[in-house]
């Protein structure tokens, strides 16, 4: 007779983690809980709740779920937004720190740690992550007690891989603080905390809960430490997710596995026939054979990611045009969700000046691969057209 895994899989933990104790009569899902404050007289009992801002029953499950995902020894710590769990991060390291970063990265990320460093001083070094030796020499310089290695494989929206466990390795070696954004590979595609990172990230309004209609971070860690000092960060400075968000969210990570596995398969398959397209001047994924980052991914991911940079023939106005002719796929910033989007990067002024003008990130969602395919070629040729 056979029985379970000791380890179930991340898909089977996607479904499985986070569920109410087997009991008769249970319900198989968590409630969702409303309630801003909980009866309590006299000295808070241990694991008493209290307070919605300090910690509600409806979070508990989501953060359960989302640290067993990412091999944490302790649940996850869950913010209203992806940005609060940054903030939250950057918050580990005193003022006049040094915060090493991709020179590509999520834009608010960067604005974050430039707005950090000019109000309480410190460096901000922006650094090729695809580079290892270039970002090892960085790291060997770094103070312990006053840097920050922040990191995105892949990044965004430019799909550098960087070679993580090297990296992470060399701070750790150092003692310094490293930390990952997660959200592009999810999960499923790689665990920084395995190699080494202090703190991972998620903006959870991407993939893990993956339908487009909610605002959540994410922070997990295997540190008693900086859990506790990320812990009270959210409490003090009141970064909190309302139940409503948490248990969408905690519903749509039951879905992460075929989710991921249909948006990846569509991804390399249209990165495969953009690439071979007359009017496309470049298409960057790491499943191409040819990619830049496509050898680290493919020793160190587990798949290549939902996100495609296109850069259509035609420039910027090439780009946009190839944006207002599609149909099925929706221009809209934001990615991970089950629909398929676009949309021209540099359209935003605080956009990384060395991203290009007419590069377009494609966040590949779950439709039919032959009907997004069809309307990328019909807008591909409407663009060429106009240009």
């Known amino acids: 007779m056979s029985t379970p895994a000791e380890k179930p899989s991340p898909a089977t933990l996607a479904v499985a983690a986070g569920r109410p104790p087997r009991a008769q009569g249970a319900p198989v899902n968590p409630p969702l809980v409303w309630s801003s404050t909980y009866v309590s007289q006299g000295v808070q009992g241990a694991g008493e709740l209290l307070y919605a801002r300090m910690g509600t029953e409806t979070w508990t499950p989501f953060e359960e779920a989302v640290g067993a995902l990412e091999g944490a020894s302790r649940p996850a710590l869950v913010f209203g937004s992806g940005m609060a769990a940054v903030a939250a991060v950057f918050s580990l390291v005193p003022p006049g720190s040094t915060v090493v970063v991709p020179r590509h990265a999520y834009q608010v990320s960067l604005g974050l740690a430039d707005d950090l460093a000019a109000r309480h001083g410190g460096t901000v070094i922006r650094v090729d992550v695809d580079r290892t030796d270039e970002v090892l020499e960085v790291v060997a310089g770094l103070d312990p007690a006053r840097s920050l290695l922040w990191l995105e494989s892949p ?20 003692g310094v603080l490293s930390a990952v954004d997660n959200t592009f590979a999810t999960p499923l595609g790689q665990n920084p905390l395995a190699w080494g ?31 506790a000092d990320l812990l009270k960060h959210r ?73 495609l940079g296109l850069r259509p023939v035609g420039g910027a106005a090439g780009a946009d045009a190839l944006v207002a002719a599609v149909r099925l ?34 966040s590949v969602g779950i439709e039919d691969v032959e009907d997004l395919w069809a309307d990328l070629a019909q807008a591909l040729d409407a663009a060429a057209g106009a240009a």
């Open 197 to 227: 990172a202090d703190v991972v990230v998620h903006s959870a309004t991407k993939y893990l809960a993956g339908h487009s209609d909610v605002v959540l971070g994410v922070t997990v860690t295997d540190d008693e430490r900086l859990h």
């Open 155 to 174: 990044t965004n929206p430019m799909l550098e891989v960087a070679d993580l466990p090297a990296l992470l390795a060399a701070a750790r070696e150092r």
């Open 329 to 362: 796929w929706v221009p809209a910033t934001s990615l991970g969700g089950v629909e398929s989007s676009l949309e021209r990067r540099r359209r935003f002024a605080t956009e990384s000046r060395t991203v290009p003008e007419d590069l377009l990130r494609l």
């Open 235 to 307: 409490t003090m400075h009141g970064a909190i997710a309302g139940p409503a968000e948490v248990w969408l969210a905690l519903r749509g990570l039951r879905t992460l596995a075929l989710r991921v596995e249909r948006s990846q398969a569509n991804a390399a398959e249209l990165a495969a026939r953009l690439s071979g397209h007359p009017a496309v001047a470049q298409v960057r994924h790491p499943s191409l054979p040819g990619d830049p980052g496509h050898e680290v991914a493919a020793r160190t991911m587990r798949g290549f990611g939902s996100v």
